[in-house]
């Protein structure tokens, strides 16, 4: 929390000031001023839920857009099937990059994964499970908040969805939206590639977001 001078607390604090004399009168505008200076800010759990909630949805937005802006780059300069290339070299480290910016964890996980750093933990499977089913049934997804590490980490979910046409050159259906070359591309990069078969508006995957809840709590 920032300027935050003194003990941060989630009780009731009582804060006394005393004069150093009996027979010493403490003027008030230095009372006022000593009071602020010593600010306690009283935070609740819903508070640190609503901000990460927040805050989540501001980190999984630049990570889109810093992805997203670089693909279509490289489709720009190289094509399609040169793009399964930068994809490879280059996704990890753009998200980790994004990652340290925010002193967050950030992974793009799916079911149907293409590269196997991508692939969901238990809790994750779970959650893409649910997000699944609401694509299914034509339920509004909306981003999620868990609990982990014995509630000192937040994790962020958000459902990704195929957004348009240029996804399905690389993850459409084999011999229709994806081409020959970039077929042959990614089974070359990719032996166990899962993500192709999609339409518009299928669910991708899920960005899945730990946050600490201290850096939560230094930014509110």
Same mark, same amino acid.
């Given at each position: 929390?920032? /300027?935050?001078?003194?003990? #941060? !607390?989630? *009780? ?7 004069? =150093? ?20 800010? $009283?935070?609740?759990? !819903? ?8 805050? *989540? ?15 279509? &780059? ?7 099937? %040169?793009?399964?290339?930068? =994809? ?10 994004? !990652?340290? $910016?925010?002193?967050? %964890? ?6 149907? +994964?293409? +590269?196997?750093? +991508? ?5 994750? &499977? @779970?959650? #893409? ?7 299914? +049934? /034509? ?21 990704? @969805? ?6 399905? /050159? =690389? ?13 042959? $591309? ?26 600490? &809840?201290? %850096?939560?709590? $230094?930014?509110?």
């Amino acid at each position: 929390m920032k /300027n935050l001078k003194t003990l #941060l !607390s989630f *009780g009731v604090i009582s804060l006394s000031l005393l004069s =150093c004399s009996e027979n010493k009168t403490i003027d008030r505008d230095v009372v006022e001023q000593v009071n602020q200076a010593n600010e306690v800010k $009283k935070v609740s759990e !819903s508070d640190i839920i609503a901000y990460a909630m927040q805050w *989540g949805d501001e980190i999984s937005q630049d990570a889109q857009s810093e992805l997203i802006g670089s693909l279509q &780059k490289a489709i720009g300069e190289k094509g399609v099937p %040169e793009a399964i290339d930068f =994809c490879q070299v280059e996704a990890l480290p753009i998200t980790k990059k994004v !990652s340290d $910016k925010y002193k967050v %964890e950030i992974r793009r996980v799916s079911l149907k +994964n293409r +590269n196997p750093e +991508n692939k969901p933990t238990e809790l994750e &499977k @779970t959650l #893409l499970d649910a997000y699944q089913y609401n694509v299914e +049934n /034509n339920v509004d997804s909306r981003s999620n908040i868990q609990k982990v590490e014995d509630g000192q980490v937040l994790l962020y979910t958000k459902a990704i @969805t195929i957004p348009g046409g240029l996804c399905l /050159n =690389c993850h459409g259906e084999p011999g229709k939206e994806i081409n020959e070359a970039t077929l042959e $591309k990614i089974t070359s990069l990719y032996p166990e590639d899962k993500a192709v078969d999609f339409k518009v508006g299928d669910l991708r995957g899920m960005w899945s977001i730990s946050i600490p &809840k201290s %850096e939560v709590v $230094k930014k509110m």
